[in-house]
Nanobody, 122 residues
Framework: QVQLVESGGGLVQPGGSLRLSCAAS????????MGWYRQGAGKQREVVAT???????NYADSVKGRFTISRDNAKNTVYLQMNSLKPEDTAVYHC????????????????WGQGTQVTVSS
C-alpha cells in the first residue's frame, strides 16, 4: 500500500506563512509528477501547484509569486511554501502523486493524501 501524509496546516493571520509537506511511504518504484490541490468550503477542488520529477513547476494564477512548490526525491516528499497568505487561501489542501508501484511496474497510479486544513483569518 502507498500512502501520502500531509502536515503543516493550521491557523495563520493574513500576510503570514505556512509550509506544507507531504511524504509518500510504502512500496513503490518511482514517483512521477506531484502536486498540491485545495478545496474551499462550497467550492470545487482546484490545482494549486504541480512539479515534475525533473523539477518543472506550474502554479495557479492566484498563487503565483506567493507560493513555491518543491520536492526532495531522497525523502519522497513534496513541499508547498505559502507566503503572503490571504483569507481566500483558506481551504483543505491535498497533495497528490503519480506513482509507479513495485508490484505493478508497468502501470502508474494516482494517490491522494487525506488533506490538511489551512485557515487564514484575523
Amino acid at each position: 500500500q502507498v500512502q501520502l501524509v500531509e502536515s503543516g496546516g493550521g491557523l495563520v493571520q493574513p500576510g503570514g506563512s505556512l509550509r506544507l509537506s507531504c511524504a509518500a511511504s510504502g512500496s513503490f518504484f518511482r514517483i512521477n509528477d506531484m502536486g498540491w490541490y485545495r478545496q474551499g468550503a462550497g467550492k470545487q477542488r482546484e490545482v494549486v501547484a504541480t512539479i515534475t520529477s525533473g523539477g518543472s513547476t506550474n502554479y495557479a494564477d492566484s498563487v503565483k509569486g506567493r507560493f513555491t512548490i518543491s520536492r526532495d526525491n531522497a525523502k519522497n516528499t513534496v513541499y508547498l511554501q505559502m507566503n503572503s497568505l490571504k483569507p481566500e487561501d483558506t481551504a483543505v489542501y491535498h497533495c497528490n502523486a503519480d506513482i509507479v508501484r513495485s508490484d505493478r511496474p508497468y502501470s502508474a497510479y494516482a494517490y491522494w493524501g487525506q488533506g490538511t486544513q489551512v485557515t487564514v483569518s484575523s
